[in-house]
């Protein structure tokens, strides 16, 4: 059973636009959540994180909204650049940390 | 810090061989889990290690897979007999204490003909 689903295969933003990448999870005993990158032939980078006690945290261009209720998460990019073509991942976790579930992936490719 | 490595990057063997992969973790994280991905797929969890105690395992994983992790430091992974199906990406994530980010490391392209 798939309890992290990322519905999007694919995005394409023109470069400078808000890139918006959407996750669901069915467990409501996650308590953290990562977004990760990842380009060909190399292992997923992590991105940012945010802790079920918050409903946002923002890093730079990177901001992850997390609503509990909707048991959804978002990944805004703002503005998208070109080197932020990749595939993204979402990633949940129960408190304890010992087994993380990834969704399937988006693939954002940001035209120039 | 180097980062994750992993070796080796690719192996191709013949089914019903055993194959054997490497992983060494960020020197100062004591948890080190491993993943298997799929074309199309997101990183599929296989096991996790406390410092040399495996702590945690997934049910999907088969008996042929086993993994060791001695003296808490570099672990490896090995298949028996393997299948076609067991042909896939292995990657190897380290983190520190707590709920923190993995750090992957590039992964182990096995291919299984």
């Known amino acids: 059973d798939q309890q992290v689903k990322q519905n999007s295969p694919s995005l394409s933003v023109q470069e400078g636009r808000i890139s918006i990448l959407n996750c669901d999870y069915t467990n409501s005993m996650f308590d953290y959540f990562l977004w990760y990158k990842k380009y060909p032939a190399e292992g997923p980078t992590f991105l940012i994180s945010i802790s079920s006690i918050k409903d946002k945290n923002e890093d730079g261009r990177f901001t992850v909204f997390l609503n509990k209720s909707a048991k959804h998460l978002s990944l805004h990019i703002v503005p998208s650049q070109p080197g932020d073509s990749a595939v993204y991942f979402c990633a949940a976790s129960e408190v304890n940390g010992n087994q993380f579930y990834f969704g399937t992936g988006t693939s954002l490719t940001v035209i120039p | 810090d180097t980062g994750v490595s992993q070796d080796p990057r690719h192996k191709i063997t013949k089914r019903g061989q055993n194959v054997t992969f490497r992983c060494d973790p960020i020197?100062?994280?004591?948890?080190l889990y491993w993943y298997r991905q799929t074309l199309g797929q997101g990183p599929e969890f296989l096991t996790y290690f406390q410092n040399e105690a495996q702590l945690e395992k997934s049910r999907l994983l088969s008996d042929r897979f086993s993994a060791e992790r001695p003296k808490g430091s570099f672990s490896t992974l090995e298949i028996q007999r393997t299948e076609q199906g067991d042909s896939a990406m292995y990657l190897c994530a380290s983190s520190t204490s707590g709920i923190q980010a993995q750090y992957f490391g590039p992964g182990t392209r096995l291919t299984v003909l």
């Open positions: 020197s100062e994280h004591n948890r």
